[in-house]
């Protein structure tokens, strides 16, 4: 039987180290903020900025939100990223995806300046990524790695194995898992033989966006498991990539759906955003 990750457990942990490092530089007259746009209704966009809001009171930041009507103009999301760039009281910005069709995510996170980009999307950010001399990393490959060191795993001379080749998941995560010298194959749509691929690894990591694909002959006895899905199976439960059920016995160590990578992602944007006002600040 697997050990369950506590995800839950891990941000916690984060959080608290967080709150209490705010706490000092709070008492040395450093405050730090981080500004949220959302724009449209978007229901699950919505829950995302909740619960960012309620992260950045728990750890003690200050939060600027921006919710902005779905009918919003490029020129007008472009004018009030430009202010929040110049804003010294802002030290992250975020604007949540998706955006609604008629704007350009792309053109948006380029305008944000690259040392307030907490999300670690903009192209300097993601390039600094590549060569391993960075100072955010991407939220959710950033917690990835948080849980499998919690397993007291070295990750170091591992065969690792990503499913998923996305830009926000699966290619950062190949790139931390190699900084931490794993041995890391990138599987995907047109990979060959990937229940052979996946079964080799010691560290699998799932982002592929299909419900309970990953099965017990994908994995190795004794493997850790990570499962960054977030799906609706036939019931319309929500569940990962990963067949919790039929895998559990056979890992080492397993992340639930829920409660798994989902609040680690939100604690390591906790943890951008207290770099991202050190360095600002010059602490």
Do not use: W
Not at 15 to 29: D, N, S
Not at 272 to 282: D, I, P, S, W
Request: glycine share 10%; hydrophobic share 40%.
């Amino acid at each position: 039987m697997a050990n369950i990750i506590d995800g839950k457990a891990v941000s916690a942990r984060v959080k608290e180290e967080i709150r209490q490092e705010v706490e000092g530089l709070k008492a040395k007259g450093v405050e730090i903020g981080l500004a949220v746009v959302i724009v449209g209704d978007d229901p699950a966009s919505q829950v995302y900025v909740k619960n960012k809001e309620k992260a950045c009171e728990a750890v003690g930041f200050n939060s600027f939100k921006y919710a902005l009507p779905a009918e919003t103009t490029e020129e007008e999301l472009l004018a009030l990223v430009d202010k929040l760039n110049k804003d010294d009281k802002v030290d992250g910005i975020l604007v949540q995806l998706p955006l609604p069709k008629h704007l350009d995510d792309k053109i948006i996170i380029n305008n944000i300046r690259p040392d307030k980009d907490v999300d670690a999307f903009h192209p300097v950010n993601v390039g600094k990524i590549m060569i391993g001399d960075y100072s955010f990393l991407p939220c959710t490959p950033a917690g990835v790695m948080e849980l499998i060191k919690s397993t007291g795993t070295e990750v170091a001379g591992k065969e690792c194995v990503v499913i998923g080749r996305s830009n926000i998941v699966g290619k950062p995560q190949a790139m931390l898992l190699l900084h931490e010298n794993g041995t890391v194959t990138i599987t995907h749509s047109k990979t060959k033989n990937l229940k052979e691929v996946c079964a080799r690894a010691d560290i699998l990591v799932a982002a592929v966006g299909r419900a309970k694909m990953v099965t017990a002959d994908y994995i190795k006895e004794g493997a850790v498991v990570i499962d960054v899905g977030m799906n609706r199976d036939e019931n319309g439960k929500l569940c990962g990539d990963v067949d919790f059920e039929d895998c559990k016995e056979k890992a080492g160590y397993i992340t639930p759906v829920p409660g798994g990578v989902g609040p680690m992602t939100i604690a390591m944007l906790m943890k951008n955003t207290l770099t991202a006002g050190k360095e600002h600040h010059g602490v």
